[in-house]
């Protein structure tokens, strides 16, 4: 898609560029115009409404490497990929209605420091710099990536010049204006984003003549979410049983997610953007994933060249969208990234800041915290710049498997949370053998499949064993050394159980009365329904 770009084009890309900065410099001021202390700069002073937290739930989670990796992926093999978007809509259920209550009553600012409330600091250290490292090995390096890659592919820029201009305009307004900037300037990318991939999903059916002449090209296999247990990426086991394990720790656990439902005005508005959030969800499998199988469909009629399955989206955008649209796109990939690389940079300072910095320093002001928040962003961004020479000498084979550390590290995270929640009975002597086991088990992990090619017998099964399945095991084990450990160990004390269990449950705020409780329910309700209904339509 090189050159293709028309004077029209650039004209929307430098509108989506002056909007970007316009709103960032609003909220910047709105900022500004308040005392301004770590809960105004870290969780945007705790009052953003249903509408800011789910647009940038959504926002943040999907960036632009996850849109060309949908399109290639649903262009390789189909709509399979697409049921980890689909259970997203599922675990933000239980985000909003299981683990909302606890955070936003206990008044916490991260998940490292919920860690702490309801097991002791040492499992907070743990998360913290577990989550800190892996966000700069693999959040942020990915990003970036795309970032330069999107310059490159979409608008000839060289991809080192475009990886750097990404990484400091992301920063500069992160640094000044903190998680409000961020939850702002992500709702508007959601609109941008939504509206460039439908605009290529629809005039794509379109050229192909339509949803039946898609369907009759590529086949009712590629069209069927559900895959034998044999397959080697998406084996329904894995996804019924393994995916929400990866989907708790990520949607439920993760600060870079959840620190917006922390900054939410409350836990009736938290709930419903995590519920907005969830139909948004539903989104990605037809607005991400069937453009690809849209340009595979084009191609097997000869009227595409695909050179590979990663350049889907690009060779299509190309191929059928006219002049300006085409600029719309490359604003909505641009939108992706930047929404993902500024709740990064923000979720990483405040880990940094209010974990490892406020622990060592608990006499620090507020003004001090807010002031090492900004330093902190610059120095990621900085890092950034510095790991962009280095991703070339990591081999892209080590690069795939540095991102898989993600599905190692969060089956205990996941299980440490989810049980202790609805057992008090579970300990921090316990949650900390938990968070270790898994941790060696999923490093062991880790360099058995990098040595794959040298073994045999069971150490060869455990670097093969497909990772969701691995999850599924890890996350049993992590349990089990969780209960037996706490059971051989004291009770846990009642400060670290009432308000944080369900068998201690934290006070139930009723700030908009019961009809918004029984119209999210009803919401709810719906939105699985719908989750229902899109698994029966694309089961074949």
């Known amino acids: 898609m090189t050159g293709t770009l028309a004077t029209l084009d650039w004209v929307v890309i430098g509108v989506y560029f002056l909007v970007v900065f316009g709103v960032a410099i609003w909220a910047t ?40 990796g949908l399109a290639g992926t649903g ?19 239980i985000l909003g209605w299981v683990f909302v209550p606890f955070y936003l009553s206990s008044r916490v600012f991260t998940m490292p420091e919920f860690l702490e409330r309801r097991y002791s600091s040492g499992a907070r250290w743990y998360l913290a710099v577990v989550s800190v490292i892996g966000y700069v090995l693999t959040k942020i390096s990915v990003t970036i990536a795309a970032g330069g890659i999107v310059f490159e592919a979409l608008m000839g820029i060289d991809f080192w010049t475009g990886a750097m201009v990404v990484v400091v305009i992301t920063g500069v307004y992160t640094i000044f204006g903190g998680l409000r900037v961020v939850l702002y300037t992500d709702l508007m990318q959601m609109f941008v984003l939504i509206g460039g991939a439908v605009a290529v ?14 369907a009759e090209t590529v086949g009712p296999g590629f069209l069927d979410l559900w895959k034998p247990v044999s397959d080697p990426n998406f084996p329904w086991t894995g996804i019924l049983f393994g995916a929400p394990i990866l989907g708790v720790w990520y949607w439920c656990t993760d600060q870079f997610i959840v620190q917006r439902v922390l900054a939410a005005h409350d836990q009736d508005h938290a709930r419903r953007g995590t519920l907005f959030a969830g139909y948004l969800k539903l989104l990605p499998l037809f607005i991400f994933v069937i453009p690809g199988v849209i340009a595979y469909a084009l191609a097997k009629q000869g009227r595409l060249e695909l050179a590979r399955p990663d350049q889907a989206l690009p060779t299509l955008v190309a191929a059928v969208l006219p002049i300006g649209l085409r600029g719309l796109v490359v604003a909505g990939l641009l939108a992706a990234l930047m929404s993902s690389l500024s709740s990064v940079f923000n979720s990483t300072s405040s880990l940094v800041t209010l974990d490892i ?37 990591i081999s892209g084979q080590l690069y795939q498997y540095l991102q898989s550390v993600q599905a190692y ?12 929640v609805f057992w008090q009975r579970v300990n921090a002597s316990g949650a900390i053998a938990a968070l270790l086991t898994g941790f060696v088990l999923g490093m062991g ?42 059971l051989l160990t004291p009770r846990p004390p009642a400060e670290k159980v009432t308000g944080l269990t369900y068998a201690a449950p934290a006070r139930t705020e ?13 919401l709810s309700l719906l939105l699985a329904a719908c989750v229902g209904a899109v698994w029966i339509y694309f089961s074949h």
């Open 445 to 486: 992990r880790l360099v058995a499949e990098l040595n794959k090619g040298r073994l045999d017998g069971f150490l060869f099964t455990y670097a093969d064993i497909n990772f969701l399945h691995f999850a599924i095991i890890l996350f049993v084990i992590c349990t089990a050394v969780l209960v037996v450990v706490s």
């Open 357 to 393: 910095y406020k622990k060592l320093r608990p006499v620090a002001s507020e003004r001090q915290l807010v002031l090492v928040g900004q330093v902190t962003t610059a120095v990621l961004v900085g890092l950034g710049l510095l790991w962009i020479p280095l991703m070339q000498l």
């Open 409 to 420: 590290i969060s089956p205990p995270i996941a299980a440490v949370f989810l049980i202790g």
């Open 201 to 214: 999903m629809l005039i794509g059916l379109s050229t192909l003549g339509g949803w039946g002449a898609m």
């Open 75 to 93: 262009a390789a093999s189909g709509v399979a990929v697409a049921q980890f978007e689909i259970l997203a809509s599922l675990i933000l259920l």
């Open 510 to 522: 009723e700030v908009r009365g019961r009809g918004w409780r029984r119209n999210d329910l009803l």
């Open 29 to 68: 001021m709105w900022e500004r115009s308040r005392r301004e202390t770590s809960t105004d700069y870290f969780l945007a002073g705790r009052d953003a409404g249903w509408f800011l937290v789910g647009g940038s739930l959504f926002a943040s989670n999907i960036g632009s490497e996850h849109l060309v």
